[in-house]
């Protein structure tokens, strides 16, 4: 009901619609400036800019457009625009998730999950999340849709290919019907059959946006759908006899496909749709005063609804533990979510931009059953409603920049808050600085708290309480010296899944649980980028250093971590093609590996065995032809002989040594 509710508001609310320009519900948005980075925000005072889209003879199209009309608009209203430059951080997005993966350890088939080696505690949440954490690093949010205004039609095609049968594409397609309308669509998918047993990997992610803005800017809404399938098989990772045969690099064995694993019957998939939309009225627009006061009101509705289900032909007890039903069962939980939140937003260029906000999220989270376990009931429902105030705060002053955004539940079930404020002081046109502070206490995620499966071990309602984390980061950004972050976090009630031997006797089955820290954890992270050029020769470099103070050791990640690429880039032929080719070397420290659960689809923690402490090299040769950037890479070519000790997760390897190509391709009509 309150999906065909929401349906027939978003009709209505465009029912009327003819056109539209980018939507400006907080800030004016800024002139950008053409560089050669994949991601371009804006900065410095809002200047008068006049788009093609505005110019244009809607008969004749004279006037030839200019690439940076081609505007990209963030979920925080960044404006960016296209960029078909080739640089190294086009290479290291050339990935599945279409974003840089430093800290993220792949596991061998394209479209599994990823180990992450690093963390960041900085968060904005109020509520719980729907947990299922591993599979979610190509689950598409809020925060990863963009919305277009362009001057004439653009598309743009991926296609990377994968490893046996199969293949990844993305493709996307924009217009602006006219100046103040745009539409977007776009699908990504992924098939991949993987060098291991039982392990295809599935995924689809459709997107739809929209923006409009009226033609005298007192109305702007801009809204999208989204649906996605992200399916895995399953098996357990390699049998530990098996792990040994990988490890010694037996030939029988260099066939992955001959390695057995734990079981061969099990897949899950995480699926999810959501229907957006915000949109503001300007109640008070006068740029032609002194102060230029604004006055708006805004309201942002959302809708999401998100299911995980693991299915098993039979239930493999040895893996898992006992189970009800040893025939064939199914694990299947929803989350149904619709947040509404009201604005009132006041700007003027001597106070600032202030919002002040309420929100409402009705939630509706579990089970089709009712458990019952050693005589007690454990419930299959967490609903109810929670209400909640906040407010945030921007000033721009001459190279200084501030920032402040704070929330809190006012009333429900689940208490939170957080604070965050950030500065940032520009010194000249290479060297900024940006201080940052946040502070967030919220529920653990909602699988944490309860859970219900066939498998006995894994049925469990808890009370845990608020995990509360605190944050001080510094950052100092120039391309002379160098990219420095420091950032310094600690945890109060950190959650966390690990298998319980409290009373099991040795050599019996040791079940997988959640536990709450009764430590504080102190969390150090500081990371280093930097690009050394010498004519047409570079070495660009990115190191993190991490050190934790865990009495109980339960936030484990490697305390060096580094990726150094050298390469060559210049044009040849006459400069009709750009080139680039080099080598990229990924290591980080051996460390107690957290191991993946493929029911929870969640990692636990495990301190019996560390990890890492193997190179991985990486020959790329990439091109630029006009609008198409072609690329070619051998990765980890030195797989055979540096020595097969190379995991992604306990019992899961890394990727053997295979060549990929594909390539981007942009049309603008």
Do not use: C
Not at 53 to 74: F, G, M, R, V
Not at 361 to 377: E, M
Not at 528 to 540: D, P, Q, R, S, T
Request: aromatic letters at 14%.
């Amino acid at each position: 009901m309150m999906r065909l509710i929401l349906v027939l508001f978003l009709v209505f609310s465009f029912s009327n619609v003819n056109a539209q320009v980018k939507p400006k519900l907080l800030k004016e948005a800024d002139t950008v400036s053409l560089k050669s980075q994949d991601s371009l925000k804006t900065s410095g005072k809002p200047k008068p800019k006049k788009n093609l889209l505005d110019k244009l003879d809607p008969k004749t199209k004279e006037e030839k457009a200019k690439i940076s009309d081609y505007l990209i608009i963030s979920h925080k209203n960044d404006t960016t625009f296209v960029d078909t430059t080739l640089t190294i951080q086009k290479e290291y997005k050339f990935n599945y998730l279409r974003k840089d993966n430093f800290g993220l350890m792949p596991f061998s088939n394209l479209g599994q999950t990823y180990n992450s080696l690093t963390y960041n505690f900085e968060n904005t949440d109020l509520m719980p999340s729907f947990g299922v954490r591993a599979r979610h690093f190509n689950f598409m949010e809020v925060e990863d849709i963009n919305y277009y205004r362009v001057p004439t039609p653009l598309t743009e095609l991926l296609y990377k290919s994968a490893f046996e049968q199969g293949q990844l594409a993305d493709s996307f397609f924009t217009v602006n019907t006219s100046p103040q309308l745009n539409f977007s669509i776009a699908y990504k998918g992924l098939r991949s059959l993987g060098k291991y047993q039982h392990l295809l990997t599935s995924t689809g992610n459709f997107r739809f946006t929209t923006n409009y803005q009226t033609k005298n800017k007192r109305y702007a809404a801009r809204a999208h759908m989204v649906t996605q399938d992200l399916l895995n098989q399953e098996n357990g990772g390699l049998r530990d006899d098996m792990v040994e045969n990988f490890q010694n690099g037996t030939p029988e064995f260099l066939d992955r496909s001959i390695l057995e694993v734990n079981f061969e019957n099990a897949e899950n998939i995480l699926k999810g749709k959501r229907f957006h939309l915000e949109h503001a009225y300007n109640i008070i627009n006068k740029k032609d005063s002194l102060s230029k006061n604004k006055l708006s009101i805004g309201h942002i509705i959302s809708l999401k609804d998100k299911s995980f289900q693991y299915d098993q032909s039979t239930a493999n007890t040895s893996y898992f533990g006992a189970a009800f039903s040893s025939s064939k069962f199914r694990d299947r939980v929803t989350l149904e979510n619709l947040y509404n939140q009201l604005q009132l937003n006041y700007s003027n260029n001597i106070l600032g931009d202030l919002q002040f906000n309420i929100s409402n999220n009705n939630y509706n989270y579990g089970y089709n059953k009712v458990v019952v376990l050693n005589g007690n009931n454990i419930t299959n429902r967490l609903k109810g409603d929670v209400f909640s105030a906040g407010g945030k705060y921007h000033k721009h002053f001459k190279n200084f920049e501030l920032h402040g955004e704070l929330g809190v539940n006012v009333s429900g079930d689940f208490e939170g808050n957080f604070i965050k404020a950030h500065a940032t002081f520009k010194l000249n046109n290479d060297l900024s600085a940006t201080a940052s502070i946040n502070h967030n206490s919220k529920a653990p995620n909602y699988n944490v708290l309860l859970y219900q499966s066939n498998h006995i071990n894994y049925n469990w309602r808890n009370n845990f309480n608020n995990t509360e984390t605190q944050q001080l980061a510094f950052q100092l950004k120039s391309k002379k010296i160098a990219s420095i972050l420091v950032d310094y976090s600690t945890i109060t009630d950190y959650t966390y899944f690990k298998r319980d031997s409290t009373g099991i006797p040795d050599g019996e089955f040791v079940p997988i649980k959640p536990f709450q820290n009764d430590k504080t954890i102190s969390y150090l992270r500081v990371k280093l980028e930097k690009e050394i050029k010498v004519g047409k020769f570079a070495l660009h470099n990115t190191v993190m250093y991490q050190n934790t103070q865990d009495e109980n050791q339960v936030l484990n990640v490697p305390e060096l971590t580094t990726r150094n690429t050298i390469y060559y880039a210049s044009h040849v032929f006459k400069k009709a093609m750009y080139l680039q080719t080099g080598v990229t070397f990924n290591y980080f420290t051996a460390y107690n590996m957290n191991a993946y659960d493929p029911l929870l689809a969640e990692f636990y923690v495990q301190t019996q065995k560390e990890y890492g402490n193997f190179p991985r090299f990486d020959f790329f040769i990439n091109a630029k032809i006009r609008q198409t950037r072609i690329y070619l890479k051998a990765e980890h070519f030195n797989a055979a002989f540096t020595g097969y000790n190379y995991f992604a997760a306990p019992n899961n390897p890394y990727r053997d040594f295979t060549v990929r190509f594909g390539l981007v391709w942009n049309f603008f009509m």
